[in-house]
Structures are given as structure tokens and as C-alpha cells.
């Protein structure tokens, strides 16, 4: 259902996008990089920390 949502949002908003994880958080990870795969966007991936936590932080254009 999420993947639904986002691939919706994306056929609506076309534009630059901006998505974070906490990398322990290993199923939001595993979503978002499924999803990148499936629909053969390119990202731009960094780690920062944020609020003393890591994060993956990924840049994209639709």
C-alpha cells in the first residue's frame, strides 16, 4: 500500500525529492531502496547525523 502511495505521489508531483531514514531503522531502508529499484530511479544517497542518530539521506528527480 505504501509503495502504491508513493508511486501515486510521484505520477502527481513530478519534481526533486528529498526522503531519510534512520539506518537502524532497517525496513524503512529496505522500502525505499526496493522502491528506487523497481522504478529505476537514480538517487543521490549521503549518511549524516541528525539529532544523534544516523540517517541515509537520498536525493532524486521524477
Known sequence: MAAKAAVKLFEEKQGLYFVMQVI???????????????????????????????????TFKI
Open 24 to 58: 537502524e531503522n532497517k525496513r524503512a531502508v529496505s522500502f525505499w531502496k526496493k522502491l528506487y529499484q523497481e522504478l529505476n530511479i537514480e538517487i543521490n544517497e549521503r549518511q549524516e547525523l541528525i539529532d544523534d542518530e544516523q540517517c541515509l539521506i537520498q
